[in-house]
Protein backbone atom coordinates (compact mmCIF):
# COMPACT_ATOMS: atom_id res chain seq x y z
CA UNK A 1 0.00 0.00 0.00
CA UNK A 2 1.56 3.47 -1.06
CA UNK A 3 1.77 5.91 1.23
CA UNK A 4 -1.01 8.33 -0.27
CA UNK A 5 -3.66 5.73 0.28
CA UNK A 6 -2.51 5.21 3.66
CA UNK A 7 -3.19 8.84 4.15
CA UNK A 8 -6.18 8.86 2.40
CA UNK A 9 -7.82 6.11 4.20
CA UNK A 10 -7.01 8.02 7.83
CA UNK A 11 -10.57 9.55 8.51
CA UNK A 12 -11.59 11.75 11.72
CA UNK A 13 -14.50 9.03 12.28
CA UNK A 14 -11.89 6.61 12.53
CA UNK A 15 -10.22 7.73 15.74
CA UNK A 16 -9.91 5.29 18.17
CA UNK A 17 -11.00 5.50 22.14
CA UNK A 18 -7.34 5.77 22.66
CA UNK A 19 -6.11 7.92 20.27
CA UNK A 20 -9.22 10.44 21.02
CA UNK A 21 -8.13 10.47 25.09
CA UNK A 22 -4.45 11.43 23.79
CA UNK A 23 -5.74 14.36 21.88
CA UNK A 24 -7.96 15.52 24.41
CA UNK A 25 -5.43 15.31 27.40
CA UNK A 26 -2.20 16.90 24.71
CA UNK A 27 -4.86 19.86 24.36
CA UNK A 28 -5.87 19.96 27.85
CA UNK A 29 -2.18 20.22 28.44
CA UNK A 30 -1.02 22.78 25.99
CA UNK A 31 -4.29 24.64 26.72
CA UNK A 32 -3.34 25.21 30.47
CA UNK A 33 0.33 25.69 29.94
CA UNK A 34 -0.65 28.39 27.56
CA UNK A 35 -3.05 30.04 29.81
CA UNK A 36 -0.59 30.24 32.80
CA UNK A 37 2.01 31.73 30.39
CA UNK A 38 -0.34 34.10 29.02
CA UNK A 39 -2.40 35.78 31.87
CA UNK A 40 0.76 37.63 33.30
CA UNK A 41 1.66 38.79 29.93
CA UNK A 42 -2.02 40.18 29.21
CA UNK A 43 -2.36 41.34 32.78
CA UNK A 44 1.47 42.83 32.33
CA UNK A 45 0.53 44.90 29.39
CA UNK A 46 -0.66 47.70 31.62
CA UNK A 47 -4.84 48.07 31.20
CA UNK A 48 -5.74 45.48 29.37
CA UNK A 49 -9.60 46.84 28.75
CA UNK A 50 -9.48 46.92 24.79
CA UNK A 51 -10.42 50.85 23.53
CA UNK A 52 -9.54 52.31 26.78
CA UNK A 53 -6.32 53.47 26.12
CA UNK A 54 -6.16 56.21 23.34
CA UNK A 55 -2.14 54.96 23.19
CA UNK A 56 -3.19 51.90 21.94
CA UNK A 57 -3.30 51.27 18.16
CA UNK A 58 -5.37 49.36 16.49
CA UNK A 59 -3.42 46.54 16.04
CA UNK A 60 -2.91 46.42 19.76
CA UNK A 61 -6.74 46.85 20.67
CA UNK A 62 -7.89 43.71 18.17
CA UNK A 63 -5.40 41.61 20.41
CA UNK A 64 -6.59 42.91 23.29
CA UNK A 65 -10.07 41.92 21.98
CA UNK A 66 -8.55 38.36 20.69
CA UNK A 67 -7.29 37.53 24.25
CA UNK A 68 -9.32 37.10 26.28
CA UNK A 69 -11.63 35.07 23.83
CA UNK A 70 -8.73 32.72 23.67
CA UNK A 71 -8.30 32.31 27.39
CA UNK A 72 -11.89 31.92 29.07
CA UNK A 73 -11.68 28.99 25.56
CA UNK A 74 -8.67 27.77 27.17
CA UNK A 75 -10.44 27.32 30.23
CA UNK A 76 -13.37 25.85 29.43
CA UNK A 77 -12.11 23.57 27.16
CA UNK A 78 -11.46 20.76 29.85
CA UNK A 79 -15.10 20.18 30.06
CA UNK A 80 -16.90 21.61 26.96
CA UNK A 81 -14.43 20.91 23.77
CA UNK A 82 -16.86 22.37 21.16
CA UNK A 83 -16.95 25.42 22.91
CA UNK A 84 -13.76 26.15 23.72
CA UNK A 85 -12.95 24.88 20.07
CA UNK A 86 -14.63 27.83 18.53
CA UNK A 87 -13.79 30.63 21.02
CA UNK A 88 -9.99 29.27 20.55
CA UNK A 89 -10.19 29.08 16.63
CA UNK A 90 -12.53 31.75 15.37
CA UNK A 91 -10.58 34.68 16.88
CA UNK A 92 -7.40 33.89 16.76
CA UNK A 93 -7.79 33.15 12.51
CA UNK A 94 -9.77 36.32 12.44
CA UNK A 95 -6.68 37.89 13.73
CA UNK A 96 -4.20 35.95 12.44
CA UNK A 97 -6.07 36.95 8.55
CA UNK A 98 -6.38 40.41 9.52
CA UNK A 99 -2.31 40.73 10.71
CA UNK A 100 -1.77 38.89 7.48
CA UNK A 101 -4.08 41.88 5.47
CA UNK A 102 -3.24 45.07 7.60
CA UNK A 103 0.27 45.07 9.03
CA UNK A 104 1.58 42.54 6.41
CA UNK A 105 2.66 39.72 9.46
CA UNK A 106 1.83 37.05 10.31
CA UNK A 107 2.12 36.44 14.40
CA UNK A 108 3.88 33.21 14.35
CA UNK A 109 3.48 32.39 18.19
CA UNK A 110 -0.45 32.41 17.56
CA UNK A 111 -0.23 29.41 16.20
CA UNK A 112 0.22 27.08 19.41
CA UNK A 113 -2.91 28.87 20.99
CA UNK A 114 -4.15 27.99 17.30
CA UNK A 115 -3.41 24.56 17.40
CA UNK A 116 -5.27 24.02 20.91
CA UNK A 117 -8.31 24.95 19.29
CA UNK A 118 -7.97 22.59 16.55
CA UNK A 119 -6.98 19.71 19.15
CA UNK A 120 -10.66 21.04 20.92
CA UNK A 121 -12.50 20.49 17.45
CA UNK A 122 -11.08 17.34 17.04
CA UNK A 123 -11.83 15.93 19.77
CA UNK A 124 -15.61 17.22 20.21
CA UNK A 125 -18.68 15.37 19.83
CA UNK A 126 -16.98 12.17 20.58
CA UNK A 127 -18.35 10.09 23.40
CA UNK A 128 -15.68 8.25 25.18
Known amino acids: MLLNDKIRKINLKT ?7 IIR ?3 RILGL ?8 FYFGYGNPLPFINPDY ?6 WLSIFPLMFIGMGL ?5 KISGYLITAPLTLGLILGLTIEGELVVHM ?3 LTVGVLYLVSRDRKI
Open 25 to 27: WVA
Open 33 to 40: AILLFGLP
Open 15 to 21: ITIKNLK
Open 77 to 81: GWKYE
Open 111 to 113: FAP
Open 57 to 62: TLWDNM
